[in-house]
T-cell receptor, first 117, second 116 residues
Framework: AQSVAQPEDQVNVAEGNPLTVKCTYS??????LFWYVQYPNRGLQFLLK????DNLVKGSYGFEAEFNKSQTSFHLKKPSALVSDSALYFCAVRDPPGTGNNRKLIWGLGTSLAVNP | DADVTQTPRNRITKTGKRIMLECSQTKGHDRMYWYRQDPGLGLRLIYY???????NKGEISDGYSVSRQAQAKFSLSLESAIPNQTALYFC???????????????FGEGSRLTVL
């Protein structure tokens, strides 16, 4: 069955340090992978996606994510964290068109990122 | 103005009452979704619609119904609200044409519902 895991409920990092928010998935084939961010009292916003091509994907606000097929991971990274990056981050996966149940996203449970000044 | 607008943003109601949450979008997208967010449970899909005449159940449709009144409007109804429907509800849209089939979603700001 399709699944997405975000193994850390919370990540704490000091401002200026690099950050990583982890995501692993269990989907057959070549899935589409996404990261979304939810700031306090706001809706979710799309950050970046991996469909195909270069394993390193760059997105909004200086974030990037690396697709690792052998480890079935899609970790979100940023070289230098800002206090304003503090938010809830969601990983999501979807089957590619023509396979399985590709109409819906499968969501991780979210990771709360706290960047301390 | 927001591209995806949800009303009301906050609502407190009593058990047994009928509640409607409304969503309208100015993005011209064909696909619309209703999600529910609960702490520790992430996002769960309630219903989705890929076209005005297309309505599909999601993971947790029991106790909910939807209406796609027009391409731009998608409402969620709780016919008889119960306390475990207390949650944050999100409407989202996506577009096959501009987003391809990749599934990028655009979310509203959320509707916080409390059922007493």
């Amino acid at each position: 069955a399709q699944s997405v895991a975000q193994p850390e409920d919370q990540v704490n990092v000091a401002e200026g340090n690099p950050l990583t928010v982890k995501c692993t998935y269990s989907v057959s084939g070549n899935p589409y992978l996404f990261w979304y961010v939810q700031y306090p009292n706001r809706g979710l916003q799309f950050l970046l996606k991996y469909i195909t091509g270069d394993n390193l994907v760059k997105g909004s606000y200086g974030f990037e994510a690396e697709f690792n097929k052998s480890q079935t991971s899609f970790h979100l990274k940023k070289p230098s964290a800002l206090v304003s990056d503090s938010a809830l981050y969601f990983c999501a996966v979807r089957d590619p068109p023509g396979t399985g149940n590709n109409r819906k996203l499968i969501w991780g449970l979210g990771t709360s990122l706290a960047v301390n000044p | 103005d927001a591209d995806v607008t949800q009303t009301p943003r906050n609502r407190i109601t009593k058990t047994g009452k009928r509640i409607m949450l409304e969503c309208s979008q100015t993005k011209g997208h064909d696909r619309m979704y209703w999600y529910r967010q609960d702490p520790g449970l992430g996002l769960r899909l309630i219903y989705y619609s890929f076209d005005v005449k297309d309505i599909n159940k999601g993971e947790i449709s029991d106790g909910y119904s939807v209406s796609r009144q027009a391409q731009a409007k998608f409402s969620l109804s709780l016919e008889s609200a119960i306390p475990n429907q207390t949650a944050l509800y999100f409407c989202a849209t996506s577009d096959l044409r501009t987003g391809g089939d990749t599934g990028e979603l655009f979310f509203g700001e959320g509707s916080r519902l409390t059922v007493l």
